[in-house]
């Protein structure tokens, strides 16, 4: 299979937003010359220069394409590492819902727990949990509809296990957070988007038919 590359859209635009915060505060910087004193004005000015060369420096350190589909599976990177998704540990991919509401993610309903968990890298994995802590509560919150059981599942557990291995510390945390989310959403892994909901769910048949083609031609 030739890999298939999906550029993501947090990295868009960095260039753009470097080059001009950095002419702008240049620009303010040789104003000093010809002014006597600096306003609140100049002063918020440069605040906001500064600012856009953070936010553009921060888009380009995010990774051009966030999803590659090849031989081997689903790659998904992240400026803290990245995680791979066989296709034989994949079941299907799709767009989860909250009730009405559409969440903004694609996300992976796995067939084989181990096979991910034991390639994910430990520092992806905390950042991914703290970026979907929203996500997590939002499950918590749903799977305690008479409100008495969130301080119970909002506790994090370092030991969780499967048929086949047992896992402490961060996997076990993630491990854990993916059986919650599934129990609630219907999908273990989620990664962020911010296309149309039309343009996800294409997406996500293009996911598992590329998933459908690799099955086969292994099996052949």
């Known amino acids: 299979m030739k890999p298939i590359q999906l550029e993501g859209s947090s990295s868009r635009g960095g260039a753009a937003v470097l080059l001009c915060s950095s002419t702008i505060l240049v620009t303010l910087l040789l104003s000093l010359i010809w002014i006597d004193q600096v306003s609140l004005l100049h002063a918020l000015a440069f605040v906001l220069a500064l600012l856009g060369i953070f936010a553009g420096w921060a888009k380009l350190s995010e990774p051009r394409y966030f999803l590659q589909l090849d031989s081997d599976g689903i790659r998904y990177f992240h400026r803290r590492g990245s995680w791979l998704l066989s296709w034989h540990c994949l079941q299907y991919s799709g767009v989860p819902q909250s009730g009405q509401t559409t969440l903004s993610y694609i996300a992976f309903k796995l067939g084989n727990y181990d096979a991910f968990l034991q390639q994910l890298p430990l520092r992806l994995a905390v950042r991914i949990m703290t970026e979907q802590r929203a996500l997590y509560?939002?499950?918590?919150?749903?799977?305690?509809?008479?409100?008495?059981?969130?301080?119970?599942?909002?506790?994090?557990?370092?030991?969780?296990?499967?048929?086949?291995?047992?896992?402490?510390?961060?996997?076990?945390?993630?491990?854990?957070?993916?059986?919650?989310?599934?129990?609630?959403?219907?999908?273990?892994?989620?990664?962020?988007?911010?296309?149309?909901?039309?343009?996800?769910?294409?997406?996500?048949?293009?996911?598992n038919q590329a998933r459908l083609q690799c099955i086969q031609n292994t099996a052949t």
């Open 137 to 207: 509560l939002e499950a918590v919150r749903q799977g305690c509809s008479m409100g008495g059981c969130a301080s119970e599942l909002l506790t994090e557990t370092d030991k969780f296990s499967t048929r086949s291995t047992d896992y402490n510390g961060i996997k076990a945390a993630f491990g854990w957070r993916m059986q919650r989310l599934a129990d609630t959403f219907g999908y273990e892994l989620y990664v962020p988007v911010s296309s149309t909901q039309k343009h996800a769910e294409q997406l996500c048949r293009e996911i």
